[in-house]
């Protein structure tokens, strides 16, 4: 650990570097800056100086997807590498907020995740409830609890590499894992203790598998290719689509807490709602949401699937939410537990 003078010094470094960053972000209003002093993802060529992949693999399998174990893992967040450390080579970047807004999570016993020390902030960006994540954290900054607002910029951690992963991470790996995720549901810990009984949640409702995340790297891109004229909703709704499910049910979460991604429907709205056909990406995110009718519904299943994008699966498989029998394709189980959660 620090001692109180190099956290001040690091606070110092973060205040000099927002004051830098300020002109540039605010001048095109953008609502997330990046999350650590590397600037190499924006640069030309710049990729190698960026991500850090994982063991014997290139930069590639550090960024967002389906980047790993040939395609069929799913690495739902960036591997940000470090750009300064101490004299026992430990990584000391500061770690900055993303976007203004408040603490949502703080796990500081890194035994109990394979993220290890790791925080979560909430932010509102255009009426979307979006969280940042922040991984493998030296520690993260005295005081700071849950609740606690902070500003775009500010420095909220250190840089680190823990974890509880057998094989651990090296310091010629040391890196910042961040994530932009949407929440699933908020009855998360009931559902969890209903699927998996007498299985441990020691996070409760910030288990990974209530976040679905989007890639920050394309959000990055997007942000610097089109300054004022970026839309966090627009680029969720633009998202390439993997399938359409009809879901026979009218009164889960995700309708409330994201209506923006709501499409009218006047047929269900003057015959009431039956159920909702979603537009799913491959990581799940339900980015299209339209009310239906029970007239439109042809079926009696809770779920049913109505199409898939067989190009976008091909590229993106490592969720498995449909699989295909011969020319016919089915959620597969990954997909009716995904739903399973969604709908709870």
Partial sequence: ???????????????????????????????????????????????ERYFVGTVGKPWK??????VRTDGWQLHEGLDIRCLARDKRGEPTDPILATADGTVAYINRRPSLSNYGNYLILRHSIEGV????????????????????AVKAGETIAVMGRTSNTGQGI??????????????????????????????????????????????????????????????????????????????????????????????PNPVAQKEGVAGYELALNFNGVPME???????????????HLL?????ERQNCPCRKLVTQKGAHWDLANNGLHFLDLLTY
């Avoid at 493998?136 to 005295?142: F, N, S, V, W």
């Avoid at 949401?289 to 779920?303: D, G």
Wanted: charged content about 25%; aromatic content about 12%; overall charge positive.
């Fill in 61 to 66: 399998s550090g960024t967002f997807g389906c």
């Fill in 170 to 263: 090296s310091k010629d790996r040391a890196h910042l894992h961040f994530e932009l995720d949407l929440v699933v549901n908020e009855r998360f810990p009931d559902w969890y203790r209903k699927t998996f009984p007498g299985q441990r949640n020691d996070h409760g409702g910030w288990n990974g598998q209530n976040l679905i995340g989007l890639d920050p790297w394309k959000v990055f891109r997007e942000q610097h290719r089109l300054g004022t004229k970026f839309s966090l909703v627009e680029f969720i709704r633009s998202q390439p689509e993997l399938c359409r499910v009809i879901v026979r049910d009218t009164a889960f979460p995700w309708a409330r807490r994201y209506p923006m991604f709501v499409k």
């Fill in 129 to 148: 409830e979006v969280y940042s994540l922040y991984a493998h954290l030296r520690e993260i900054r005295a005081r700071l609890k849950h609740g606690d």
């Fill in 307 to 311: 199409s898939v994008n067989a190009a």
């Fill in 1 to 47: 650990m620090k001692t109180p003078g190099h956290w001040s010094l690091s606070i110092g470094h973060s205040l000099r570097l927002f004051a830098f960053l300020l002109p540039l972000t605010s001048a095109v209003a953008q609502p997330f800056l990046l999350p650590t002093a590397n600037r190499a993802i924006l640069e030309t060529g710049g990729e």
């Fill in 289 to 303: 949401l339209i009310p239906r009718a029970a007239s439109e519904i042809k079926t009696k299943a809770k779920f």
